[in-house]
């Protein structure tokens, strides 16, 4: 599990996200958009959830972004290409049921933009006309704009500061799409209070909806219930069940909680470190 190369995407107010090609040749061979793998960055660390965001199969490797946030990420981001991982598995998760819908609209925030790169990618694919909405709280935090563009038939960019693009939020933006035309699928992934108002926006045009949940994980095979959620009503693994679900049938006061658990313990481990 060497890392063949490391790119820094952007390091701005405090946000640091960082692109990782890391060799894995059976992942890369058996990923599928939607997807993910799990790694441990040393042997007494935690394993942490991540996106394959494309893989290259001639060279045997996948690659991932992750936003620095708590201490196995900032960890992570200390590595430099040839440093190895200590262990890395998957791909896990359900893939995205990928056909041709129609009309589509991807919405990506924040990092969530590397998530649904892929899932774009195989929908133009697939045939489908695919109009993608971006959101960053300012300029220097967005990333994969060209990468974005090469996918999809029209791009919206918006940014909370109005530094680049339109300045509101992505779901305005969507909002005002569903207004004037008929879409067959919205797809979105990004913090979860933008996944919830994606989710009300959507439910008030019947439209099928989709999010890609970040639930916290820990062991990843649905064996340990962390990455728990309530769907329809049901007890739910974001792991083994997900991580793709129906935005409208998400308990989204629960998720927000559950995701809330260890925030201070992240802290204070970070402190600790000096990380």
Not at 169 to 174: C, H, I, M, S, V
Request: hydrophobic letters at 40%; aromatic letters at 6%; a positive charge.
């Amino acid at each position: 599990m060497k890392i063949l190369a490391k790119e820094v995407l952007t390091e701005n107010s405090g946000v640091k996200v960082t692109k990782l090609e890391i060799l894995a040749g059976l992942v890369a061979k058996k990923a599928r958009p939607g997807q993910f793998v799990v790694l441990m960055v040393s042997e007494k660390g935690e394993r942490i959830p991540l996106t394959v965001v494309d893989t290259d199969i001639n060279k045997g490797s996948i690659t991932v972004i992750v936003q620095e946030a708590g201490f196995t990420t900032k960890l992570l981001g200390k590595l430099k290409a040839g440093d190895s991982l200590y262990a890395l598995t998957g791909p896990l998760g359900h893939a995205t049921e990928i056909k041709n819908y129609g009309k589509v609209i991807l919405i990506g925030g924040g990092v969530g933009i590397a998530e649904i790169y892929p899932v774009a990618k195989a929908l133009k694919e697939a045939g489908n006309y695919v109009e993608v909405i971006l959101g960053a709280r300012t300029k220097g935090l967005l990333i994969l704009e060209q990468e974005m563009r090469s996918v999809s038939d029209k791009l919206h960019i918006l940014t909370d500061d109005g530094s680049y693009g339109e300045k509101g939020f992505t779901t305005t933006a969507l909002e005002n799409l569903l207004k004037a035309g008929k879409y067959d699928l919205v797809y979105a992934v990004g913090p979860i209070p933008m996944m919830k108002r994606v989710a009300m926006v959507t439910k008030n045009f019947s439209v099928k909806t989709i999010v890609s949940l970040n639930a916290l994980m820990v062991d990843a095979t649905g064996m340990c219930g962390g990455c728990r959620v309530n769907v329809g009503g049901k007890a739910k693994f974001s792991c083994v069940d997900g991580p793709e679900f129906d935005a409208e049938l998400v308990d989204w006061e629960g998720l927000e909680k559950r995701n809330r658990v260890y925030i201070e313990q992240e802290k204070h481990i970070c402190n600790l470190y000096k990380i």
